[in-house]
């Protein structure tokens, strides 16, 4: 067993000495709402926000890597019969499989994977009112905290210098956990999980090549 955990290692350092590294940071313009017992949007309106975060990616070869962010997001959602705005903010890190092809200084790509997260604050405002500030509420035992969903989406980007690249992004978020834990809510309404849609800018810088 020990010996096949060093192989692993040094492979796994081999490929690290070998591959692209990238580095860089992101803003988003997030779209989020729920769905109600999975798959039902009716009852609600969606929330938007901007977000912001850290992204890194590897490159094991000129095709294929993997891509990890670091997130700050805003998520939120409103019934349709009341006033009030329920917005939840969390800590995200996103771990992709990534794609991607080069037409000269043209990259198109494609992500795929899953995203686990926690909340730190719990807010909500009034829509009917003109103020943005928003009310902070404190967490009780029907919250559920720790995030866990997938993701996937593409986008383009542009190599503006030998090492930097300038890129956008389309994703879909589905989040496989609950906002609230089912035995707290009526017969009703049971299962609440959020679901958002997000296009990002970002900026990267390379500071490892792949060696011929």
């Not at 067993?1 to 997030?30: D, P, V």
């Not at 009112?129 to 969903?149: A, C, H, L, Q, W």
Request: charge should be positive.
């Amino acid at each position: 067993m020990k010996k096949i955990l060093i192989s692993i290692l040094i492979t796994f350092i081999g490929i690290c000495a070998e591959a692209q590294h990238w580095i860089g940071i992101r803003g988003a313009y997030n779209n989020s709402d729920i769905t109600i017992d999975r798959f039902n949007y009716r009852r609600t309106n969606s929330y938007s926000s901007m977000n912001y975060g850290l992204i890194y990616k590897l490159y094991i070869d000129k095709y294929t890597g993997i891509q990890a962010e670091l997130n700050n997001i805003k998520r939120g959602f409103s019934y349709r019969e009341n006033d009030t705005i329920n917005i939840r903010e969390s800590w995200e890190l996103p771990v992709l499989g990534h794609g991607r092809l080069e037409f000269g200084n043209f990259i198109g790509f494609l992500n795929g994977g899953f995203y686990i997260g926690y909340t730190q604050k719990a807010k909500y405002k009034i829509k009917s009112e003109t103020s943005s500030n928003e009310i902070p509420v404190s967490f009780n035992d029907r919250d559920v905290r720790f995030e866990f969903g997938f993701g996937f989406g593409g986008g383009i980007g542009f190599r503006i210098a030998k090492r930097m690249e300038l890129q956008t992004e389309f994703r879909y978020n589905y989040g496989l956990t609950y906002l609230y834990k089912p035995k707290y809510k009526s017969e009703r309404i049971k299962y609440i999980q959020p679901v958002s849609m997000q296009v990002s800018f970002g900026i990267l810088y390379k500071f490892a090549n792949i060696k011929k």
